[in-house]
T-cell receptor
Framework: DVKVTQSSRYLVKRTGEKVFLECVQD?????MFWYRQDPGLGLRLIYF???????EKGDIPEGYSVSREKKERFSLILESASTNQTSMYLC???????????FGPGTRLTVL | AQSVTQLGSHVSVSEGALVLLRCNYS??????LFWYVQYPNQGLQLLLK??????LVKGINGFEAEFKKSETSFHLTKPSAHMSDAAEYFC?????????????FGSGTKLNVKP
């Protein structure tokens, strides 16, 4: 069964902290994505990676960075968390063959 | 870049009534089209997708959607709503060309089902 897991369901951090959100997929997918979801705005793409060590900026990359050292793992990094980064973060993966994205359960991040 | 418009951020229907959730996209070439459902505090789950072939696509839980190129629409329907259908629904589009990797999501429609 297809599976995308995220390291935390809920996370509370303080302004200025460095935050790591981890995503792991077990489907040998080439592509991985990080989105943030806010009410009324749908999903907005932060970064994506089409292969190991490759990354592309999405629509809202400011304040974020990513790391993909292994095919199955894609990390989202908030270098210095701010209150406007309080959001739901969703990770997804995809294979070229199906062009269907599989989503993790999400991490609800609160920055105080 | 693509844009995806979902008409109505909230839709309310009675149990047993027809469900119609609207989605329009902007694209000059046939894209790939998707509907996802999100239950509270969960990730997104694929309901159905259109890539090529038959324009009427059937998905899980009795949902279906029809790709209408002339109207650039991909509306989601279900003949008879069930209480368990209450969730948020997202329409998404993926290019078939240079931006193949990117998905564009609508802002979502929350479906409420009244008993």
């Amino acid at each position: 069964d297809v599976k995308v897991t995220q390291s935390s369901r809920y996370l509370v951090k303080r302004t200025g902290e460095k935050v790591f959100l981890e995503c792991v997929q077990d489907m040998d997918h080439e592509n991985m994505f990080w989105y943030r979801q806010d009410p009324g705005l749908g999903l907005r793409l932060i970064y994506f990676s089409y292969d190991v060590k490759m990354k592309e900026k999405g629509d809202i990359p400011e304040g974020y960075s990513v790391s993909r050292e292994k095919k199955e793992r894609f990390s989202l990094i908030l270098e210095s968390a701010s209150t406007n980064q309080t959001s739901m973060y969703l990770c997804a993966s995809r294979t070229y063959r199906d062009n269907e994205q599989f989503f993790g359960p999400g991490t609800r991040l609160t920055v105080l | 870049a693509q844009s995806v418009t979902q008409l109505g951020s909230h839709v309310s229907v009675s149990e047993g009534a027809l469900v119609l959730l609207r989605c329009n996209y902007s694209s000059s070439v046939p894209p790939y089209l998707f509907w996802y459902v999100q239950y509270p505090n969960q990730g997104l789950q694929l309901l159905l997708k259109y890539t090529t072939g038959a324009t009427l696509v059937k998905g899980i839980n009795g949902f279906e959607a029809e790709f209408k190129k002339s109207e650039t629409s991909f509306h989601l329907t279900k003949p008879s709503a069930h209480m368990s259908d209450a969730a948020e629904y997202f329409c998404a589009v993926s290019d078939s060309g240079a931006n193949f990797n990117k998905f564009y999501f609508g802002s979502g429609t929350k479906l409420n089902v009244k008993p």
